[in-house]
């Protein structure tokens, strides 16, 4: 089983998420410019500042040439991961619902927060109890998830919600405490927390390790022979 | 001569132009004249502290690359070198806080990289005036938005860090920027330039005439009133750019691309140039027309003095130029060949064909000239007292919940929280959480791990050059003992007002003394580090402020103690060489005073006291450990008690006869450690002072005692700083 990660200029956390990757599968850097996946099961699109976010977050990065190969490969059906940054950039290219706006305090916020998994059932959550909480790191100023109302009870209403802010630990005003969503599908999925920064005690958490555990456990029994 | 001359005008002395007369044997042209005048500054040339820092000890049985180089560099093992520096970017920041700040972050990190070191980290020691200022407030929120903007873009975390509000920084703040970088040893690279014919390849931004004259000529004067009409002049930092500029450096050295690396900092091409060849003993030339340019018409002087951000310089083997060039547009890095090593020993500057420029490269390195300090101790207090914010008959309670609230004591969140502080999955005791940051090294195929600390209260320096500095050295080394680190190397930044006066002359001389002694006493040796001087605004100079910054190792960072008191029942002890005195206490600020001299310190005391700390915390004997500083015991228990979520009762009287000493006097070498009662009373000369346990934090001392919730501890702790800033 083999994780992607995309690396664009300005990627912060492609080395982490590369790094949590390894610890559930193979992992491999795929580079923005390249419009081929080299056969990955599973793709993570990290965190950080991709082409330095100068416009709005992620509006660059989803007209790199990799990207319309991750179109390809999630329209197909295949796992897609967004961290942080790669959420917004998913956002930005229609394959996740909604927007991120800015923090409700207008600030950056790096903070261990906790997160209710609300849809246990999906290819990145799992590994995960329904009534499990998760201790994983947020670090954004772009994290405030925003869809109209009514977009956000046919989320709720088809399981798309996969976490959500436990009380008292939502860090930017996020809408109903959506902490992350998947497609209708439940092959895409982005969050603004970081999984690959909660994968060892030492640092922290162990945590997050259960969505790259997920993922391999879900590419693993699609196709048995490629594990 | 008038007063207009240029070169009175560029900040050079009649007798400094004389004598670069004499050294060219000609009028310079003003090319010439404006590169002068910038390596002869006090920012490129340190000369008048360029004597005063060659008696600080620079060996150490860790060091790899000592002063001289553009960070210090130790071995931290497994084939690994750790390299570090401290700089300041105080004027720019005094004028534009967020580009201020965040171009400094931008300069230190590529001080790191530039010797082939990834950067892992990120600490600041930041200084304003008092919150209730609207320009500090300013200032205070500018500065830590463009160091989190920088940092935080280029995905590197900043671990810790500290920050002071003081009278004395209200014109004049201070930002202070401290980088670390880890490399495998043999991809370390210097920044002298070799090997005659060489191409010499400038990368990354273009260069327009932002930062003309910023760093250099800003950090050599006063500022004054008018400091607004010097915006033009701080460089516009694109995070963006350097993260590209990084990455790219570190494959070329990744794959032995380069002969040196440099990176343009204050004065530009003019220092990188002139520093390399100097270094390298060879000779430059280059040629301006061939550098990238922002902006139509600039003269070859403004190209060869720009401070444009995001650049650096390197020495590439002309065979190895297509491969250079090859990485370069991979990362969409700008890379253009600019000229050549020489044998010459001349700094040539050529605008196509045209010799615009010659000068000896020993003169503008070798031959700045030096000045003797003439230090006179003030007879007068220099400092006017703070302002009183404690009345006379408050009860101990009352000053205990003021010093928890004061904004030196309270909790830094506001300013931590907006920094990524784990990026790169390093970060095992992240800010506020330990009395240093702990670093693993596992990602780097390390077996340990390396703590850092920054430290240096102005104010006791302020009171006691010679002893607050000192202390300051202790500090750092006493919070790496606090999680179980032995100190590697020091890096200082010394932030003073104007040299050329008497009373300020003395601030330096006495506090490099301190620092000098103390380092010897502990046997750390003084790796690298910067100088700021003329640090003074319309109301006076700043406190004398010598910011150090001091990286340990320790072998498991799993055992490294959290500040935090961590179970009911646990034992509290005290350990080390404390003896509290109010003098340069918070608690003596907060009344409204300000004491001349600090008690005397016994620094070999001290450093042994360190090594059985050290020993006990390695040992996993110690489940918590905070040392004792702004706001003495009482406010440090308070601390534990916060960070823990735990209460404690404790007995002062065995720490001094004064009540108030023992409650919120300071000095160094206090350490409240906590664990199995056993355990703690194992540690070599620890006093057991009560246990862990309630929701309380109770203080018995022989004039009574007082209690506070800790949850009413808390709120007044966490909301200091956001309260004076909505």
């Known amino acids: 089983m083999r994780f992607g990660v995309i690396r664009f200029p300005g990627s912060c956390d492609e080395i982490d998420a590369l790094e949590a990757c390894r610890r559930f599968g193979d992992a491999e850097l795929l580079w923005h410019g390249d419009s081929e996946l080299h056969g990955v099961d599973a793709v993570v699109v990290p965190g950080g500042f991709s082409y330095g976010d100068y416009l709005r977050v992620g509006a660059i990065a989803r007209f790199s040439p990799v990207m319309e190969a991750v179109n390809e490969f999630a329209l197909a059906g295949g796992p897609v991961l967004g961290i942080c940054n790669g959420f917004q950039v998913l956002c930005e290219a229609g394959l996740l619902p909604g927007a991120l706006l800015p923090n409700a305090g207008l600030r950056f916020v790096c903070r261990q927060v906790e997160l209710e998994v609300v849809n246990a059932e999906t290819p990145f959550t799992r590994a995960c109890d329904g009534d499990d909480r998760l201790s994983i790191p947020v670090k954004h100023t772009t994290g405030c998830y925003y869809a109209p109302e009514e977009a956000l009870d046919e989320l709720e209403a088809n399981g798309q919600v996969v976490l959500r802010y436990a009380e008292g630990h939502n860090p930017n005003g996020s809408l109903r405490e959506i902490a992350g969503v998947c497609n209708r599908q439940k092959n895409v999925m982005g969050l603004m927390p970081h999984p690959e920064h909660a994968v060892d005690p030492l640092t922290g958490s162990a945590d997050g390790g259960r969505l790259f555990e997920s993922l391999a456990a879900h590419v693993r029994e699609l196709a048995p022979a490629a594990a | ?726």
């Not at chain 2, 600080?56 to 690359?65: N, Q, S, W």
């Not at chain 2, 001080?111 to 205070?140: C, N, Q, T």
């Not at chain 2, 310089?313 to 700008?334: K, S």
């Open chain 2, 1 to 726: 001569m008038t007063t207009a001359a240029p070169h009175r005008e560029l900040g050079l002395t009649d007798a400094e132009y004389e004598r670069i007369v004499e050294l060219l044997e000609r009028e310079p042209n003003r090319l010439e004249l404006a590169v002068f005048s910038l390596m002869w500054s006090e920012h490129c040339g340190y000369k008048h502290s360029k004597k005063l820092l060659r008696t600080l000890p620079t060996d150490g049985p860790f060091e790899l690359m000592g002063p001289g180089e553009n960070a210090g560099v130790v071995d931290v093992g497994d084939d690994l070198a750790l390299a570090f520096k401290v700089e300041s970017h105080n004027h720019p920041s005094a004028v534009e806080p967020f580009q201020g700040a965040a171009t400094g972050v931008g300069g230190i990190l590529r001080d790191v990289f530039a010797v082939g070191a990834r950067p892992i980290a990120v600490l600041d020691s930041l200084r304003f005036g008092e919150l209730e200022s609207p320009r500090s407030r300013y200032l205070f929120d500018g500065a830590v938005g463009g160091i989190g903007h920088y940092g935080n873009s280029i995905g590197v975390p900043t671990v810790g860090g500290e920050v002071y509000f003081e009278g004395p920084y209200e014109h004049n703040c201070l930002v202070n920027a401290m980088c670390l970088g880890i490399a495998p040893r043999e991809r370390l690279i210097r920044s002298a330039a070799a090997g005659e014919g060489n191409r010499l390849v400038l990368l990354g931004a273009r260069t327009g005439r932002d930062g003309i004259g910023g760093a250099s000529v800003l950090a050599s004067a006063e500022l004054d009133e008018d400091g607004g009409d010097k915006r033009p002049s701080v460089q516009i930092g694109d995070p963006f750019e350097e993260k590209k500029l990084l990455e790219c450096c570190l494959e070329l050295l990744e794959r032995g691309s380069l002969r040196s690396l440099q990176d343009l900092g204050a004065a530009g091409l003019s220092s990188s140039t002139s520093e390399m060849a100097s270094k390298g003993e060879v000779g430059i030339d280059v040629d301006v027309a061939r550098v990238p340019l922002r902006e139509e018409g600039m003269e070859p002087f403004e190209i060869m003095i720009s401070e444009s951000q995001e650049r650096m310089l390197c020495v590439v083997e002309p065979e190895r130029l297509p491969e250079v060039m090859d990485v370069c547009e991979r990362w969409e890095v700008r890379a253009t060949d600019i000229g050549e090593v020489t044998a010459g020993r001349s700094l040539r500057v050529f605008d196509g064909e045209d010799l615009v420029g010659d000068m000896p490269v020993e003169a503008l390195v070798d031959d700045c000239p030096l000045y003797d300090l003439e230090p006179e101790e003030p007879s007068e207090p220099v400092y006017p007292d703070p302002p009183a914010r404690l009345q006379a008959g408050a009860s101990h309670e009352e000053a205990l919940l003021a010093l928890l609230g004061s904004p030196n004591v309270a909790s830094k969140r506001f300013v931590h929280e907006q920094y990524d502080s784990i990026v790169g999955s390093r970060t095992v005791r992240r800010p506020q959480a330990a009395d240093a940051a702990v670093l693993t090294l596992g990602p780097d195929g390390g077996t340990g791990a390396i703590a850092v600390s920054i430290d240096g209260n102005g104010r006791r320096v302020g009171c006691d050059p010679y002893t607050g500095a000192a202390e300051a050295v202790l500090e750092c080394a006493r919070n790496l003992a606090c999680v179980g680190a032995d100190p590697l190397g020091l890096t200082n930044c010394l932030n003073f007002g104007n040299p050329e006066k008497p009373h300020i002359a003395w601030q330096l001389v006495r506090s490099v003394e301190g620092i000098r002694e103390a380092c010897l006493a502990l046997g750390v040796p003084v790796v690298g580090g910067n100088v700021s001087l003329y640090n003074e605004g319309v109301e006076g100079p700043i406190y004398p402020t010598p910011i150090v910054g001091m990286v340990g190792g320790l072998p498991d960072p799993a055992v490294a103690p959290g500040c935090g008191f961590l179970e009911e029942g646990h034992a509290i002890a005290l350990v080390g060489p404390f003896a509290p005195s109010l003098q340069g206490s918070e608690l003596e600020k907060l009344r409204g005073s300000l004491s001349s001299g600090l008690p005397r310190v016994d620094l070999s005391l001290h450093a042994d006291a360190l090594i059985a700390l050290r020993r006990a915390v390695r040992e996993g004997t110690v489940a918590s450990a905070h040392d004792v500083s702004e706001g003495g015991l009482a406010c440090a228990l308070a601390e534990c008690c916060i960070a823990g979520g735990i209460g404690a009762r404790v007995d002062l009287s065995a720490v001094s006869e004064d009540p108030e000493a023992a409650l919120f006097g300071e000095g160094p070498g206090g350490v409240v450690v906590a664990g199995p009662r056993r355990a703690v009373e194992s540690i070599e000369g620890a006093v057991v002072l009560g246990e862990a346990g309630g929701e309380a934090l109770e203080l018995a001392t022989p004039a009574g005692s007082l209690g506070i919730e800790v949850v009413r501890a808390r709120e007044v702790f966490e909301r200091a700083i956001p309260d004076r800033l909505s």
